[in-house]
């Protein structure tokens, strides 16, 4: 998730929609898609951040959910 920035968010037919910057492309996600490279399953998105839950093995081996954020990131101007 290093490589995603949550660059905005808006109203599409109703729902909620995040736009996520991944390596100079852009995507937009809504409630139910997964994203990352631990099956982040996105739970919710607001003005300013995405909620999800990743799966992710423990030290024991076993696999388990945990909860994990996306915050808006403001891109400065230079």
Not at 21 to 38: D, E, P, S
Not at 46 to 57: D, H, K, N
């Amino acid at each position: 998730m290093d490589a995603m920035k949550m660059v905005g968010s808006l109203i599409r037919q109703g729902q909620p929609v995040a736009l996520l910057k991944v390596n100079n492309l852009l995507y937009q996600v809504k409630t139910g898609n997964y994203i990352g490279q631990n099956y982040g399953r996105i739970q919710k998105i607001s003005e300013s951040e995405i909620v999800l839950r990743e799966v992710v093995q423990d030290p024991g081996g076993e696999w388990v959910e945990r909860p994990a954020t996306l915050l808006l990131q403001e891109e400065s101007s230079k």
